[in-house]
């Protein structure tokens, strides 16, 4: 069945980074868009960055733009996350997502299965 495993998180001061990966199993990784989720205390699923399934173009949330990176390595079935210069509001539980619906980055973005997530948290 399909798996994704998330591990990296943690916590950090204001300006640290992390870097969060997913590893996923039970499927063709190499076939899929993936993304990265959050979902910080009292609010709502949302969505970080999204990668297709060749790496070739990344979309990121307005808020994380030039602070986070995504990636992924094919071969070892792996998607990353690499966070830099985190701020308090960027805690949340970040959760790893096989993506079933992406048409651009202003539409709804649909998965199918998700991880169990890791918390990130940013405090001094």
């Known amino acids: 069945q399909v798996q994704l495993v998330e591990s990296g998180g943690g916590s950090v001061q204001p300006g640290g980074s992390l870097r969060l990966s997913c590893v996923a199993s039970?499927?063709?990784?190499?076939?899929?868009?993936m993304a990265w989720f959050r979902q910080a205390p009292g609010k709502g699923l949302e969505w970080v960055s999204v990668?297709?399934?060749?790496?070739?173009?990344?979309y990121y949330t307005d808020s994380v733009k030039g602070r986070f990176t995504i990636s992924r390595d094919n071969d070892k079935n792996t998607l990353y996350l690499q966070m830099d210069n985190l701020k308090a509001e960027d805690t949340a539980r970040y959760y790893c997502?096989?993506?079933?619906?992406?048409?651009?980055?202003?539409?709804?973005?649909?998965?199918?299965?998700r991880g169990q997530g890791t918390q990130v948290t940013v405090s001094s």
């Open positions: 990668l297709d399934h060749r790496a070739e173009n990344s």
């Open positions: 997502t096989r993506v079933s619906s992406f048409v651009t980055p202003l539409a709804p973005i649909k998965y199918d299965y």
């Open positions: 039970g499927f063709a990784f190499g076939y899929y868009f």
